[in-house]
């Protein structure tokens, strides 16, 4: 059982910068492939962005590429969503999410655990 604590978000004007911190439970934290997704109101669960267990690969969707960084600290069972030139599209609430295995999904269902999310607006 991993659990998922996410911290950072919050009220920011648009071309600021936030950063998210995911801290998991558990000793074996560098097995599990990690990711962060975002909710807006009405709208569905979006990847953002994964990283591996080792840290060596990243993804990112077209949207925020080139101004989020995901990022991991395995001593310290967590990881980070480093964002920069936040838009207001940005806004949503922003969930940590963990799968055991090597693979980084894009699909929500497919991770096994998930935080309770973070809220962040970006004001125009």
């Known amino acids: 059982q991993v659990q998922l604590v996410e911290s950072g978000g919050g009220l920011v004007q648009a071309g600021g910068s936030l950063r998210l911190s995911c801290a998991a439970s558990?000793?074996?934290?560098?097995?599990?492939?990690m990711a962060w997704f975002r909710q807006a109101p009405g709208k569905e669960r979006e990847f953002v962005a994964g990283?591996?267990?080792?840290?060596?690969?990243?993804y990112y969707a077209d949207s925020v590429k080139g101004r989020f960084t995901i990022s991991r600290d395995n001593a310290k069972n967590t990881v980070y969503l480093q964002m920069n030139s936040l838009k207001p599209e940005d806004t949503a609430v922003y969930y940590c999410?963990?799968?055991?295995?090597?693979?980084?999904?894009?699909?929500?269902?497919?991770?096994?655990?998930w935080g309770q999310g973070t809220q962040v607006t970006v004001s125009s």
């Open positions: 999410a963990a799968d055991r295995g090597v693979v980084v999904y894009v699909t929500p269902k497919l991770y096994d655990y």
């Open positions: 990283i591996s267990g080792s840290g060596a690969s990243t």
């Open positions: 558990g000793r074996t934290f560098s097995s599990y492939a």
